[in-house]
């Protein structure tokens, strides 16, 4: 995949804080090093859609809920009231809109890099991924996580459903159908493989 990441580097320098800057680097590095890791993506494409997973993370909320409200994709009410995973969605409809990334599995993997979703594409699990794992990340856990995430994909994605669904349990928040139908998928996977 030919794309030009120095005028994406440029948009989001001129976006987003530093530290958002560095964050989706380092996203933007861990997806291509999964893609070669397990060899199932283009690296490049893995560090594109890496590089642009929080285009519009800092965007002001009306610019973010008005990306959201156009996009094609299967936007559920729990969404929609849940200003923290809006801009995966609005960033999606952006790069579509703004910047014409035809490219869907892309585009997939920006609109759930927050919320996961059943049958994600290999590319969509990297992007998910990366962003748990990056570089600076340091919360309680990330090095099981980073463990998890180079053993497979797949226990990866369960690992970090899991922790997902503990925050959103624990803040009481509302959980997007998208994560769920994604949590059962992974643990149905996992249920069959040990039994």
């Known amino acids: 995949m030919k794309?030009?990441?120095?005028s994406y580097e440029q948009y989001l320098k001129e976006h987003l804080s530093e530290k958002r800057f560095q964050?989706?680097?380092n996203v933007s590095e861990a997806s291509?090093?999964?893609a070669e890791r397990f060899g199932c993506v283009d690296p490049?494409?893995?560090r594109f859609a890496g590089l642009v997973h929080d285009i519009c993370k800092e965007e002001p909320e009306d610019v973010q809920?008005?990306?959201m409200m156009r996009s094609p994709m299967d936007v559920c009410e729990e969404e929609r009231k849940a200003f923290k995973v809006w801009h995966g969605i609005a960033g999606a409809e952006m790069l579509r809109t703004q910047f014409h990334v035809t490219d869907e599995d892309v585009l997939h993997a920006v609109r759930f890099h927050t919320v996961g979703r059943c049958g994600m594409s290999p590319l969509e699990q990297i992007v998910y991924?990366?962003?748990m794992i990056s570089a600076e990340r340091d919360y309680l856990g990330v090095e099981e996580m980073r463990r998890k995430t180079q053993e497979s994909l797949a226990d990866g994605m369960y690992a970090a459903l899991v922790?997902?669904?503990q925050k959103l349990l624990h803040r009481g928040a509302l959980i997007p159908h998208h994560t769920v139908e994604a949590y059962n998928e992974y643990a149905a996977m996992l249920q069959k493989k040990e039994g």
Do not use: G, R
């Open 65 to 67: 809920y008005t990306w």
């Open 163 to 165: 922790a997902s669904l």
């Open 32 to 34: 291509a090093a999964l």
């Open 129 to 131: 991924l990366a962003d």
């Open 44 to 46: 490049e494409k893995a």
């Open 23 to 25: 964050h989706s680097v």
């Open 3 to 6: 794309v030009d990441l120095k």
